[in-house]
């Protein structure tokens, strides 16, 4: 399945931001779905993934105060509702596929990658 990330743009320190996870391609709902991040000079971070249902989410320690994912299979979408950002969250947004069946909560699972969105936090 074919996953792009959108929504992001510039935004305010404190304000939030909602990013979507398109599907293109394949049938979405056998799929679970990850968000990572990557900022300039640093690695790729795994923030948060939900299963193929929608029905179980996971959150890393970094991400579970300030980010909230959920999912509309109807829509072939999952969103990354991000609150309270600060400068610390300027980064390049992924989004990635698991297959149906796998630990969609581990972020080993994950190894494609599409086009990200880059979302900047101005103070």
């Known amino acids: 399945v074919q996953l792009q990330a959108s929504g992001g743009g510039l935004v305010q320190a404190g304000g939030s931001v909602r990013l979507s996870c398109a599907a293109s391609?394949?049938?979405?709902?056998?799929?679970?779905v990850g968000w990572f991040r990557q900022a300039p000079g640093k690695a790729r971070e795994f923030l948060s993934a939900?299963?193929?249902?929608?029905?179980?989410?996971y959150a890393t320690d970094s991400a579970k105060e300030r980010f909230h994912i959920s999912r509309d299979n109807a829509k072939n979408t999952v969103y990354l509702q991000m609150n309270s950002l600060n400068s610390e969250d300027t980064a390049v947004y992924f989004c990635?596929?698991?297959?149906?069946?796998?630990?969609?909560?581990?972020?080993?699972?994950?190894?494609?990658w599409g086009q990200g969105t880059l979302v900047t936090v101005s103070s």
């Open positions: 990635s596929a698991a297959p149906y069946g796998s630990k969609w909560y581990l972020a080993s699972t994950y190894n494609q």
């Open positions: 391609t394949g049938t979405f709902s056998n799929y679970g």
């Open positions: 939900i299963g193929w249902t929608g029905g179980t989410t």
